[in-house]
């Protein structure tokens, strides 16, 4: 029982860490929007170095937190699912958990083209870019909002598992906080009937690929998710 109280405390902390970490940085980042758009907008500045801030706010937000208790705990991201086997498996089904939220974009004509990360402001001016910028900036990118956006959710999901396990696989509390936060953070809260589908296939996509990574024990579906299919229609 002590073993277990003081995994409960440690597991505690690392969360409220993530929470405190990631709300401070958003708060941040919501106070100062309008200078920061004007930063990262401002064509007289280089592309590069404007990547540079925008990612720095967008890591603050999604993994500055989970970092800070990788380091403080001497943990390995390895440890939350980063390995080769089941990665075949654990592409392909988050990929089938992200085919509702397409048909949604479809139906509404939403889907104009797909290029990964078009979402992102810098992205097609980076590309634009001359070599080597081009790679640097697409890199940071692909970093920023797709590798550390995807394994966020991961480890909040592992952590919050850990302290509070389930005996239903399907009945996943890490995956439905992390459902819920998505759809809060990301503004996605449905009140007519096409944002609650909306939102309805975003909850899909959170809490499927989280259960994915829990069957599988493999994590680079859910980074698969965020590199080529979330901001990339």
Known sequence: MGKSTIEQKRLDADLWIILITTFAALGICMAFQSQFNNVVKNVHIPILLRTLIAAI????????????????????????????????????????????????????????????????????????????VNIVTMLIIATAWGFFEGFNYVVISDKINLRFPSKNRLLNWGAIFSAIACIL??????????????????????????IVREITGNAWGCIFIFVFLWNAF
Not at 76 to 104: D, E, Q, Y
Not at 185 to 210: D, K, N, Q
Request: charged share 10%; proline share 3%; with cysteine.
């Open 185 to 210: 953070i990301h503004g996605m809260i449905g009140v007519t009937l096409e944002g609650f589908i909306e939102m309805l296939t975003v909850i899909i996509i959170i809490y499927g690929m989280l």
């Open 57 to 132: 706010c967008q890591f603050s937000i999604a993994g500055l937190g989970i970092s800070i208790v990788a380091i403080y705990r001497k943990e390995s991201f390895f440890s939350h699912g980063l390995r080769l086997k089941g990665t075949l498996m654990s592409i392909a089904l988050c990929v089938i958990c992200f085919v509702p939220h397409i048909i949604f974009l479809a139906v509404t004509q939403q889907i104009t083209s797909y290029l990964p990360f078009q979402a992102v402001w810098m992205t097609k001016e980076a590309l634009s870019s001359g070599f080597p």
